[in-house]
């Protein structure tokens, strides 16, 4: 089965820090992974996605995710962070396969609060 | 950008009571999903369906009937409701399944009292 870890509950940074949100998966082959991300009372919103290729992939916002398949893990960065990234971030991976096609595992989420 | 609707926004019951939310997606997705949202658990999967008439279990379906009527419709139902259904529901939908991008719904507030 597969399995996505978010090791970091919450992370707090301050305004123009970098960032970088962790997150590891589990699996016997390569998954698509992807970030979501959920401002405050709404729904998620994809801000990347990853299946092959350059393993560093950008997204929306200035944010880019690194692939590492020796150490399955897929970290979110993001060089300098402002005061409106503050939200939910969650990782995401699916490699289902006939019926469990299109089916994603999201990580538990990381809350992250940015000082302004 | 994908349009996902989802009613009611808010709801309460009581415990044993009957519930149904709505999920509409007007971009002729294939797929469709519910999902529920806790503290420390993050997205579960409830239910999927791939198309019209279609449903697939998801990983938390305990509790929960779906309905797909129609391809833009796809109902969640809890018939009796209990209070470990408080939660915060979301639907969303993709064009197909594995490496598409899921668009999200703005999500049902559902306590079970």
């Known amino acids: 089965a597969q399995s996505v870890t978010q090791p970091d509950a919450r992370v707090t940074v301050s305004e123009g820090a970098s960032l970088q949100l962790r997150c590891k998966y589990s699996?016997?082959?390569?998954?698509?992974l992807f970030w979501y991300v959920q401002y405050p009372r709404q729904g998620l919103q994809l801000l990347l996605k990853y299946y092959s290729g350059d393993p560093v992939v950008q997204g929306v916002n200035g944010f880019e995710a690194e692939f590492s398949k020796s150490n399955s893990s897929f970290h979110l960065r993001k060089a300098s962070v402002h005061w409106s990234d503050s939200a939910v971030y969650f990782c995401?991976?699916?490699?289902?396969?006939?019926?469990?096609?299109?089916?994603?595992?999201f990580g538990h989420g990381t809350i992250l609060r940015v000082h302004p | 950008e994908a349009a996902v609707t989802q009613s009611p926004r808010n709801k309460v019951t009581v415990t044993g009571g009957n519930v149904t939310l709505s999920c509409r997606q007007t971009?002729?997705?294939?797929?469709m999903y519910w999902y529920r949202q806790d503290t420390g658990h993050g997205l579960r999967l409830i239910h999927y369906?791939?198309?019209?008439?279609?449903?697939q279990i998801g990983d938390v379906p305990d509790g929960y009937k779906a309905t797909r009527t129609t391809q833009e419709d796809f109902f969640l139902l809890l018939e009796l409701a209990s209070p470990s259904q408080t939660s915060l529901y979301f639907c969303?939908?993709?064009?197909?399944?594995?490496?598409?991008?899921?668009?999200f719904g703005p999500g049902t507030r559902l306590l079970v009292l």
């Open positions: 995401a991976v699916s490699m289902g396969t006939g019926a469990n096609t299109g089916k994603l595992t």
């Open positions: 369906s791939y198309g019209a008439g279609n449903l």
């Open positions: 969303a939908s993709s064009l197909g399944g594995l490496q598409d991008t899921q668009y």
């Open positions: 971009n002729s997705h294939n797929y």
């Open positions: 699996s016997s082959v390569t998954p698509y």
